[in-house]
């Protein structure tokens, strides 16, 4: 949310490269962001090492990698939904607030972020979504260790290249059906509702 | 007492004036691109000028020497703007509430005291969507107005209304901006309402002030008063309700020393009443008429006569407490021997007596 913050309203130096690092992992290829993953956060990586060494953290081959690497991919998608609804919510509003004594942090939690919620919601289920099917950058992260990192869609694959998995696959696939389902009617719901709160 | 002097440059357009509100409001008459907004974004710390001093109560909110600029919140200046701007996922209650809360060190005024002068009581649960385009507006001063401020910025608040939301909102404005006690910067490209509400008037033209002054003086210095405006030329006037006479639907106001009645029962006794009084409205005696159908025969001296366009003479005459101008033929200007010093009646039928 921070970072939606600072690229819809902030205006500093190396906005632009911020900006491409945020959505790098949107356009490329996901076994790249995995392996680059791999490369950082691995027992051997700089970052990886560091994070064992002082708070015994382990990313790669755990389920606490997959987790990392369903966040970066879902990371540009929901900074995305967020900046987009920041940018949209009416600047005079901010300035009406400012002129009535609000701080800049007391404009941003009273006006700003309230008027831009249903954005952040769409962001929020974007994320999960693209969380949920992710795919390239953990198989190549954390591989597919059963009852460790095998996510939904690795399951999936690796019932689908079984002899007689279709069975299992389906109720799988099934699964994934209705949690994406009902992740985003919840969302449409949710955002119907604050929409209509909100209307000015 | 806010005073400026301030320059900005904006592409093509330059801004650069120089004046200083006191207690009371202040019009600033312009049309659309003579600098208001501009003006009104400096003023509030929305934009910051180039150059120049802003200062309030004698203390810089801005200052490009000593390098001061302090931010809209901190320069207590509340703003009621032209399109509300009320916060839509508050309820009016909260809204009326945003800036109190987040200034709670000195005495705003009361709370209910506001809800009841803005008649807005019932609102205070609804959403502003819901609400009215005068609704909106009086919700937004009374928020204004409970922020604490130290001085009041309307930027053409009646704008974006109707005739009739106007005439709705116009007597809650003229009613608070009088109490309030602080300097009043009236931003508006309509004079009827700057001569409704203010006693001072900056008139700004392609970012430059074009007149200042008393109200109807500045009218006059600006040329907006003449020509084809000629039969709206007249004085305002502050007077006091003083009694009612409800058998025939009249008021009497105190006016100077005088009682001028006029037309309707405008008020209470004892509420301040502004009048208007066209000069061709105005005739002149040099004895009070006897038998006759005008109700209003107010002893004066002349102060002035000066030549009008064509046959038209302009007649100024200090009744004690107000100077009025009638507007006659040279004519008889010249049969009357009317010059200044001379005493005559300025007569004034109730008929033509109207509320500012």
Known sequence: MLVALALARGRFPGKTLLDGVVHLPLVLPPVVTGYLLLIGFGRRGPIGEALEACCGVVFSFRWTGAALAAAIMGFPLMVRAIRLSIEAVDRRLEDAAATLGASRTGVLFAVTLPLALPGLLAGAVLAFAKALGEFGATITFVSNIPGETRTLPAAIYTLTQTPGGDAAAGKLVLIAIVLSLAALIASELLARRLASRIAG | ??????????????????????????????????????????????????????????????????????????????????????????????????????????????????????????????????????????????????????????????????????????????????????????????????????????????GRIVAAGAIEEAVAAAGLATAGDRLLDGVTVDAVVAQLDERYGLTGLALGGHRVWAPGLIGAPGAPARLRFLARDVAVALDPPQRSSVRNVLPGVVRGVKRGYGPYASVSIDIGGAVLRAEITRRAAAELDLAPGRVVYALVKSVAVSRA
């Open chain 2, 1 to 206: 007492m806010l005073e400026l002097d301030i320059r900005r440059r904006v592409g093509d357009f330059s801004l650069d004036v120089a004046f200083a509100a006191p207690v009371g409001v202040t019009a600033v008459l312009g049309r659309s691109g003579s600098g208001k907004s501009t003006l009104v974004a400096a003023v509030a710390g929305l934009a910051r000028p180039d150059h120049g001093r802003i200062a309030l109560n004698q203390t810089a909110l801005f200052d490009s020497t000593a390098g001061v600029n302090l931010p809209p919140r901190k320069r207590r200046i509340a703003v009621v703007f032209q399109e509300s701007r009320l916060f839509p996922h508050l309820s009016v209650r909260s809204n009326l509430l945003f800036g109190r809360r987040r200034r709670r060190d000195d005495a705003s005024p009361a709370l209910e005291q506001v809800i009841e002068t803005l008649g807005i009581g019932h609102l205070l649960p609804r959403r502003p969507r819901s609400l009215s385009g005068g609704e909106k507006q009086r919700v937004a001063i009374g928020r204004a107005l409970l922020s604490g401020p130290r001085a009041l910025l309307f930027d053409e608040p009646l704008a974006a209304l109707d005739a009739e939301r106007k005439a709705e909102i116009l007597p809650f404005l003229e009613a608070l901006i009088q109490e309030v006690g602080l300097p009043v910067l009236y931003v508006t490209h309509a004079l009827e309402e700057a001569r409704r509400l203010a006693r001072g008037l900056i008139v700004l033209e392609g």
